[in-house]
């Protein structure tokens, strides 16, 4: 069965930094594609980040909103996806998902994953 359990959320002022992990079983982390999700109140569920590996080669993409400022990693060993959030803004508020998908190629920021965590909650004070 898989699962993902994030966590690391929690309230921060504007220009602080947050530390995202998301803990994965179920599957073979190596082989899956990796995504880090969020929505606000009232919005679509929207990419922010998200990483795939190709033999040794890892690759990643950011969504035009958060790129120069988070950074999206994994932890083979202990098969966890991180998101590291620096200088968070008031629009970086929101629940955050990490969601996994199996396959090849570049990783999607579109929300077509087949497996989702439950989401922790960040919210950003100016």
């Known amino acids: 069965q898989v699962e993902l359990a994030e966590s690391g959320g929690g309230s921060v002022q504007t220009g602080g930094s947050l530390k995202l992990s998301c803990v994965t079983s179920g599957f073979t982390f190596s082989a899956v594609l990796m995504g880090w999700f969020r929505q606000a109140p009232g919005k679509e569920r929207e990419g922010v980040a998200c990483i795939s590996q190709h033999g040794w080669t890892t690759e990643t993409q950011y969504s035009d909103a958060v790129k120069g400022r988070f950074t999206v990693s994994r932890d083979r060993d202990m098969n966890t996806l991180y998101l590291e959030m620096n200088d968070v803004k008031p629009e970086d508020t929101g629940t955050y998902y990490c969601?996994?998908?199996?396959?090849?190629?570049?990783?999607?920021?579109?929300?077509?994953?087949?497996?989702w965590g439950r989401g922790t909650q960040v919210t950003v004070s100016s």
């Open positions: 969601a996994a998908r199996g396959g090849g190629g570049a990783c999607p920021l579109t929300p077509i994953y087949n497996y």
